[in-house]
């Protein structure tokens, strides 16, 4: 079973656009949601994370929103570039498993220009 | 540089042969894990290890075996490999953040397999 749920599977924006990726997660033992970014080719990497004492965590473009009682974050690109074109996955992970991330199914992002 | 490295990069086999991917890390990190990328199924991750010798299964070891022998290297074995074993399969290392809970893990380039 899938116990984290992301959407949308695809996303085109314009170049200037916002770009939002929702995620829910299943595991109340889960204390740690980070982003991982792929680009065509590569292994995914750390995009930001956030842990659910925060409401937001922002970086540059990036943002993080979490709603801990509803189980749900999201990742918002503002201004999105035709460089943030990739695949995006969300994760959870519960802070006595490390080396354990459950991820969800990824979504293609591509920003025209 | 520090990095993840995988071997082979591209494999083509037939039902049944034996084979066996390598993964190796040179940031003498403690987790290593193995992942498989389906469409539409995202990352699924199918065995990891917290230390030499100690390992245990993800969400999807049907089919794969795993060891670790030495800190640095977590080959993947596929016994008797068949053709829904064909994906894209990563290898990632990580270690523990001096912050709770928080962890990275990096990824390696990955090996697309295709089993006929």
């Known amino acids: 079973q899938q116990q984290v749920k992301q959407s949308p599977q695809s996303l085109i924006v314009q170049k200037g656009g916002i770009s939002i990726i929702n995620c829910a997660y299943e595991?109340?033992?889960?204390?740690?949601f980070p982003w991982y970014q792929q680009f065509p080719g590569k292994g995914p990497a750390l995009l930001i994370a956030i842990r659910p004492d925060v409401s937001e965590k922002k970086e540059g473009r990036f943002t993080i929103s979490f709603n801990k009682s509803a189980k749900q974050f999201s990742l918002h690109i503002m201004d999105s570039q035709p460089g943030d074109s990739a695949t995006y996955f969300c994760a959870g992970k519960s802070g006595t498993s490390y080396g354990k991330l459950t991820f969800g199914q990824g979504t293609i992002l591509t920003v025209h220009p | 540089e520090a990095q993840v490295t995988q071997n082979p990069r591209y494999l083509i086999t037939v039902t049944g042969k034996k084979l066996t991917v390598t993964c190796s890390q040179n940031m003498n990190h403690e987790y290593m894990s193995w992942y498989r990328q389906d469409p539409g199924l995202g990352l699924r991750q199918i065995y990891y290890s917290m230390n030499v010798e100690v390992t245990d299964k993800g969400d999807v070891p049907e089919g794969y075996k795993v060891s670790r022998k030495e800190k640095r290297n977590f080959p993947l074995i596929l016994e008797s490999p068949s053709p829904n074993q064909t994906s894209l399969y990563f290898c990632?290392?990580?270690?523990?953040?001096?912050?709770?809970?928080?962890?990275?893990?990096?990824f390696g380039p990955g090996t697309r397999l295709l089993v006929l």
């Open positions: 990632a290392s990580s270690l523990k953040s001096g912050l709770a809970g928080q962890e990275t893990q990096y």
């Open positions: 595991n109340t033992a889960f204390d740690y």
